[in-house]
Every structure is written in C-alpha cells, then in structure tokens.
C-alpha cells in the first residue's frame, strides 16, 4: 500500500475526516438551496460551484432556458475560445467539432420537472424539458453558439465521461475523421 494512503485508524486519515466535518458544518450553516435540499443525506460534503454568474456568458433568458450544467459547459467553452485566440475566427468550422463529457446532464432540469409533474401534474412540465435535460444539449448549444460543423456529441460514460470526450477527440484528430455532408 503506498505511504500517501492512509489506513483505518491512522492519524491522518482522521484529521482529514474532521477538517470535511468541520467544512460540512461551515458549508451547511450557509443555508444554499442545494445545501438545504441536502439536509436529509448523510453524506455531508459536495463539489458545488460557487459565485458562478452564468449572465457572464449567456443572456437572461438563455440562462432560464438551459440547465446549470449547459451553462457551465457554455461558460468552460468561451474561456478555451478566447484563450485560444479563436474569437469569430475559427479557421475550418466545418472541421471543428465539440465532444462534450457529462455523467448525466440536466439533473437539476429533471428533478424540478419531476416534482412539477407528480405534484402540479402533467401539464407543468416544461416543454423544453426533454432538450434541457439530454446530456448532448451542452454539445449542442456549444456548436451553435460558435457556428461549428463538425462531429458533435456527448459522451456519457459516469466517471469516465471527460476522459472518454478528450479520447474520442484525439482519435478523430489523428484519423482525420470529417463529418459526411
């Protein structure tokens, strides 16, 4: 076992569990609506993005229309666009795609229109909630928002999803795939 693992009972391991414990209970006193909808697990630390203002990357009524995480996928995509320099300038966009990973979606988009459904019924449930919550959407506003042409998909392999993106991305890159049309 390497020396970075630490085992049951190692002084370590539990200074790790009381400095999560104690930034849970810091966490949780905040009283976020994700926070206070987590109240009943038992799990009690997440990896939630704080201050995120999707209004820096999409107008208001985008940001009411697309899940959270398309909006992050919108705001990751406009930060590698202008660090490329690639601004209105794509060279080839017939030839640039955008493989986007995502575990799962719009879970926040599911679970609001779950809700709406059993407890509203079935006529509250968005119209738009089918396209906010398939995970190829965050691909999908990204092509659009930059007028790319190319292989255009998600990935959806749990874990693995980021890694199976940038792996399909290499492949199509070396084999000099090209979209049909």
């Given at each position: 076992m390497s020396s970075s693992l630490a085992r049951a009972g190692d002084p370590r391991r539990d200074r790790r569990r009381i400095h999560l414990d104690r930034a849970a209970r810091r966490h949780a006193r905040r009283g976020t609506d994700h926070e206070i909808r987590s109240q009943k697990l038992s799990v009690r630390f997440a990896c939630e993005v704080k201050g995120f203002d999707p209004l820096r990357y999409i107008d208001r009524k985008e940001a009411r229309r697309y899940d959270l995480f398309a909006q992050f996928a919108l705001a990751a995509a406009h930060e590698a666009v202008t660090?490329?320099?690639?601004e209105g300038k794509f060279p080839s966009p017939e030839r640039t795609g955008v493989i986007i990973g995502s575990g799962i979606g719009g879970m926040q988009t599911y679970e609001d229109n779950c809700t709406a459904y059993?407890?509203?019924?079935?006529?509250?449930?968005?119209?738009?909630?089918?396209?906010?919550?398939?995970?190829?959407?965050?691909?999908?506003?990204?092509?659009?928002?930059?007028?790319?042409?190319?292989?255009?998909?998600?990935?959806?392999?749990?874990?693995?999803s980021s890694a199976h993106a940038i792996g399909d991305s290499f492949h199509m890159i070396r084999n000099g795939v090209r979209t049909p049309w």
């Open positions: 660090q490329a320099g690639l059993v407890t509203k019924g079935p006529d509250r449930v968005s119209p738009f909630f089918v396209p906010m919550f398939i995970p190829d959407i965050a691909a999908g506003l990204v092509s659009i928002r930059y007028g790319l042409k190319g292989p255009n998909y998600a990935t959806v392999s749990a874990c693995a």
